[in-house]
């Protein structure tokens, strides 16, 4: 089996926003030969997600609303204290929360070359926290 | 919108061309943060609609042995930022070429105020010794940035940084726009007071130690002092200074704003006290 990876960078411009990486998944797989197997896309950050949906702006409006909704801004968060490892007041656990609710990965399966998906499925890179200079990872395995 | 507290201690452009910096900046600064492309900083301004943030260096050589930044490396950093920028100085107090090395930042590298850090730079603000670099700022017509309170580096004692210190300087340099910088944060009586009594002292917002920003500081300006304080005394004295990149920018915004100021107060704070203070002409009508 053959395994090949890709550390990709991305600049958000947004406090939070969701950016369509499918493109840039799709050309890695092209990138690394590999026929039939599966792909995975892995954020590197505990403030960012993966997630897939259907790549129209009034949704990925109403995803990030919806993010907003159910991980606020402004409660009663353990985070917010000084922590002395990072020189930072954790002011941003509502960021962590909705990171966590998007995921951190999806996976695709790989087939005669071509990432397998549904029509509307697009991934997307989900930040919470910007605008930042962030990366993922896109690994690929198969044959 | 003016920030008048900004350190660019982590922009990975001076990073690439400065291969110790990163360790200096986790060592003395205490900020673990990873570097960012410059590009991130002019967005973390955009999303809250920050015109020009100014950019604090320290020199410490003699307490540290090192720069963050030097003096050329924020004037390298005005150039790139295209506008974006208000670049200070910093010289070290401790050394007797202190006053020259300011002139020649403002003169050659055109930078246009003065950072000092008691803490980090171990002196006291009141010590003659250091009267030097207040005569030539004077003699410049550049304000001075001071750090006050409470500071996260390792090593940074409270006791000078008390803003009482500054009343020697205050007086002995009327002409000299000094800014109390967090507030002098826990000492905001203090820095009240003095505000209160000498118009060339001024302070900034950057006041953040714990809880999220809009809890600290609706805490600070409504529990240890009045917010009409500010609203009716201090208006044109207190000016906005976010800390980045100890904090969003775009957070101490919303924190400031939440603090429910009147639009003539929230003019002054967010922009024409920076003007005044930095020297940079005509304040809006």
Sequence with gaps: ????????????????????????????????????????????????????????GCLEEDIVDTLERLAPEGLDYHHARY??????????????????????????????????????????????DGPLYRKYVVQVMGE | MIDVHTHPVLVQE????????????????????????????????????????????????????????????????VEMGEGKFIGFASVDPQLGTAPDDLESAVKDLGLAGLKLAPGIQEFRPDQ?????????????????????????????RLEPCRPLLLERVAVKFPELRICIAHFGWPWIMETAALMMKYPNIYADTSCLYADTPMEFLSFTFSSQ????????????????????????????????????????????IFEDNAKKFIGLGEVSD
């Design chain 2, 14 to 77: 001076i990073m690439d061309r400065d291969g110790d910096m990163l360790r200096k900046v986790r060592e003395v600064f205490d900020l673990q943060n990873r570097p960012q492309p410059l590009e991130t900083f002019f967005l973390q301004m955009e999303v809250c609609g920050v015109d020009r943030s100014v950019l604090l260096p320290i020199d410490c050589t003699t307490s540290r042995g090192c720069k963050i930044y030097s003096n050329e490396q924020i004037a390298q950093l």
């Design chain 1, 83 to 128: 922590l002395d490892f990072d020189g930072r007041l954790g002011v941003n656990a509502h960021c962590h929360l909705r990171s966590m609710i998007t995921g951190m990965h999806t996976t695709f399966a790989v087939k005669d070359g071509e990432v397998v998906r549904g029509g509307r499925q697009n991934i997307y890179f989900v930040e919470t």
């Design chain 1, 1 to 56: 089996m053959k395994v090949h990876f890709e550390e990709l960078g991305i600049q958000s411009k947004r406090e939070m926003e969701l950016i369509n990486i499918t493109d840039e998944v799709k050309g890695v797989v092209e990138r690394s030969g590999i026929k039939n197997g599966i792909v995975n896309v892995i954020t590197m950050h505990t403030t960012t997600g993966i997630t897939v949906n259907e790549g129209i």
């Design chain 2, 128 to 156: 003659p010794s250091v009267f030097p670099v207040y005569e030539r700022a004077s003699e410049l017509g550049i304000p001075v940035m001071m750090h006050s309170g409470l500071s996260w580096e390792p090593g940074s």
């Design chain 2, 225 to 268: 002092i009045p917010t009409t304080w500010i609203e009716r005394t201090l208006r044109n004295q207190v000016m906005f200074g976010s800390n980045y990149p100890r904090i969003e920018t775009v957070k101490m915004v919303d924190a400031v704003r939440s603090l429910g100021f009147s639009r003539g107060a929230e003019r002054l």
